[in-house]
C-alpha cells in the first residue's frame, strides 16, 4: 500500500519554463513534507519541506504548494534549468517524526 | 558531499550468501537510517537507530539486521541473499531522533547484486 505518490514517473520541461511535480498522500497522519533531489550515483540531497500549518514555502526557485483537503503537495521550480534535470522524490512524516515514507520519484529533464 | 560515507560502493555476491554494509554518518549526528532502493521503486525505509539504540522499523526482513555501535557508525548485515535482494542501499544520518525539521543526509549508497 503506497502512502506516497507519484503518478507521472517522468517529466519534460524546456530550459526557462516552469517544472511541475505532482504528489498525493493518503495518510492523513502525515504533517510534515518534504523534497529530495537525486542525481545518478549519487544519494538524495534534502531540497525543501513544508509543514502542514503552511499552504506554501519557497526557497529560492522552489515553491512547494501544499493542499491538505487533497491530500495533496506539488513543487514547483521557476525558471526550470538544465542542472535540475534529476530524479524527485516526495516525502512525508507524522509524529514523532522518526520514520519518512517516500514516494517512487519522478524523473525530471530539463531540455536546453 | 553530504558527510555520510558508506562502504563498500559496488558489492557482488551469490544467493545464500551474507554480507555486512557499513555506514558513517555526519560528525554529530546520532540518527542513523538505512533505505532500500530497488529498480523502478521508491526509497522503502528499513530501520532507524538513534545513540546506539534501536528506534523505528519500516519493512525489513528477517533477515536483514541492523546495528550502530559506541562510535556511532552503523553497519547493515544481510544475510542468506536471494536476488530480489539486489538494490541500492541507502544510509542517511540526522541530528535529532524526531521532530519536524529532521532533514536527514543521505550517504551515496551501495550497490549490490546478487547472482
Known amino acids: 500500500d503506497q502512502q506516497v505518490k507519484q503518478n507521472s514517473p517522468s517529466l519534460s520541461v524546456q530550459e526557462g519554463r516552469i517544472s511541475i511535480l505532482n504528489c498525493d498522500y493518503t495518510?492523513?497522519?502525515?504533517?510534515?513534507f518534504l523534497w529530495y533531489k537525486k542525481y545518478p550515483a549519487e544519494g538524495p540531497t534534502f531540497l525543501i519541506s513544508?509543514?502542514?500549518?503552511?499552504d506554501k514555502n519557497e526557497d529560492g526557485r522552489f515553491t512547494v504548494f501544499l493542499n491538505k483537503s487533497a491530500k495533496h503537495l506539488s513543487l514547483h521550480i521557476v525558471p526550470s534549468q538544465p542542472g535540475d534535470s534529476a530524479v524527485y522524490f516526495c516525502?512525508?512524516?507524522?509524529?514523532?517524526?522518526?520514520?519518512?515514507?517516500f514516494g517512487p520519484g519522478t524523473s525530471l529533464s530539463v531540455i536546453p | 558531499d553530504s558527510g555520510v560515507t558508506q562502504t563498500p560502493k559496488h558489492l557482488i555476491t551469490a544467493t545464500g550468501q551474507r554480507v555486512t554494509l557499513r555506514c558513517s554518518p555526519r560528525?554529530?549526528?546520532?540518527?542513523v537510517y538505512w533505505y532500500q532502493q530497488s529498480l523502478d521503486q521508491g526509497l522503502q525505509f528499513l530501520i532507524q537507530?538513534?545513540?546506539?539504540?534501536?528506534?523505528a522499523k519500516g519493512n525489513i526482513l528477517e533477515r536483514f539486521s541492523a546495528q550502530q555501535f559506541p562510535d556511532l557508525h552503523s553497519e547493515l548485515n544481510l544475510s542468506s541473499l536471494e536476488l530480489g535482494d539486489s538494490a541500492l542501499y541507502f544510509c542517511?544520518?540526522?541530528?535529532?531522533?524526531?521532530?519536524?525539521?529532521?532533514?536527514?543526509?543521505f550517504g551515496p549508497g551501495t550497490r549490490l547484486t546478487v547472482l
Open positions: 542517511a544520518s540526522s541530528t535529532r531522533t524526531s521532530g519536524i525539521g529532521n532533514e536527514q543526509f
Open positions: 495518510n492523513s497522519m502525515f504533517d510534515y
Open positions: 513544508i509543514s502542514s500549518i503552511k
Open positions: 516525502a512525508a512524516s507524522g509524529f514523532p517524526y522518526d520514520k519518512v515514507i
Open positions: 560528525s554529530g549526528d546520532l540518527s
Open positions: 537507530y538513534y545513540n546506539g539504540e534501536e528506534r
